[in-house]
């Protein structure tokens, strides 16, 4: 009677710590990391406290970051020394350091991590870094690169060039471009529709974006945002013809939320209605955003005031402001696996 009572606490117990297990290992670990342009780090804020929780030691003037998409790998570039750095987001260790051909731009890596694509801002040119081999297999011409982006392919990364007013589609099979897309001006930052048919790119001497038909290679409209500031102000960290910097779409591609060096504010616009529908106001300088995987913050860094505004997307309200380090820029957030995290 006693072991059998005992077997059911024991097996009820058991049960118990499964539940409670799959439970928790169900909620999101979502970290944001911001990379300090004049810096030497990258700062790691916990996107459940909203607080900076530590940071990670890169190199001094960090530009690109990007997270694969398992969480488990971060890549950082860094200006000075020519690098890129794979980073292990359990540990918060460089695992791993690729010198690349010249000054990395915003790097952009393969959900399978197996390929990173560093444009060379001084050498006209793209890096495709393999990540197992940790060695560059591929460097492609490109005319003035400053933005990677991948959308969620293994098989194609975006690359922008400045130079040449166009993104070019970099096919990693047979490691050659697929297409060049036109931008409509010098372009920025940019991001892609959820079915691939879309792209939003920020262009220099807009106050706005442009919108591209991305199979049929054209650019369909100029959208002007409003303006409650007639000129610009003095720019510390960005060149004077830049009026937007950072974009992005809601993880439903339902809103699409654009930056305004004018206004010091982020304007949103409704894809489907196609027009402005509000605005939120940020730190000065607002420079990059990404949305938190379920669609619930907008995180902005602000360049100006070296913070980064955290924005509820349903109530449009910021709900915090948070410090970080020298000039933030470049953001990439991630659901971190918390197994066995040791710093």
């Known amino acids: 009677m006693v072991r059998s009572g005992l077997r059911l606490f024991v097996g009820i117990f058991f049960s118990c710590l499964l539940a409670w297990s799959a439970e928790n290992s169900a909620v999101p670990d979502f970290k944001l990391y911001v990379g300090n342009s004049r810096g030497d780090d990258i700062s790691v804020i916990d996107m459940a406290s909203l607080k900076v929780v530590g940071e990670i030691k890169a190199g001094e003037r960090v530009h690109g970051v990007c997270v694969q998409a398992d969480g488990k790998r971060l890549f950082a570039t860094v200006e000075t020394d020519h690098t890129l750095r794979f ?9 791993a350091t690729v010198k690349v051909t010249g000054r990395p731009n915003q790097c952009a890596v393969t959900p399978d991590g197996k390929y990173v694509a560093v444009p060379i801002r001084d050498g006209d040119s793209v890096d495709i870094v393999d990540v197992v081999q940790q060695q560059i297999v591929k460097v492609l011409p490109i005319k003035e690169p400053h933005n990677a982006l991948n959308t969620g392919s293994n098989r194609y990364i975006y690359v ?4 040449s007013h166009e993104i070019d589609l970099i096919d990693l099979e047979k490691m050659d471009y697929a297409a060049h897309i036109p931008a409509g001006g010098r372009p920025r930052p940019y991001v892609v529709s959820p079915d691939g048919n879309t792209m939003y790119v920020a262009v220099a001497d807009l106050h706005g974006f442009v919108i591209v038909d991305i ?4 650019v369909v409209e100029r959208v002007a945002m409003p303006s409650e500031h007639k000129t610009i102000r003095p720019l510390q960290y960005e060149t004077p013809d830049t009026r937007t910097h950072g974009l992005a779409l809601t993880p439903d591609g339902s809103e699409l939320w654009v ?3 004018v206004d010091d504010c982020m304007y949103i616009y409704d894809v489907k209605a196609k027009k402005i529908t509000g605005r939120v106001n940020t730190g000065e300088g607002p ?11 907008a995180c902005i860094s602000n360049t100006d005031t070296d913070d980064v505004s955290i924005i509820d997307v349903k109530t449009r309200h910021e709900v915090t402001r948070v410090k970080v380090g020298k000039v933030p820029k470049r953001l990439a957030v991630a659901n971190v696996p918390v197994t066995g995290q040791k710093r």
């Open 87 to 95: 980073i292990d987001t359990a540990t918060w260790h460089t695992i």
């Open 215 to 218: 199979p049929g290679q054209k």
């Open 160 to 163: 922008s060039s400045m130079g």
């Open 287 to 297: 420079n990059w955003i990404v949305f938190t995987p379920d669609g619930k913050y």
């Open 259 to 261: 930056s305004s060096l």
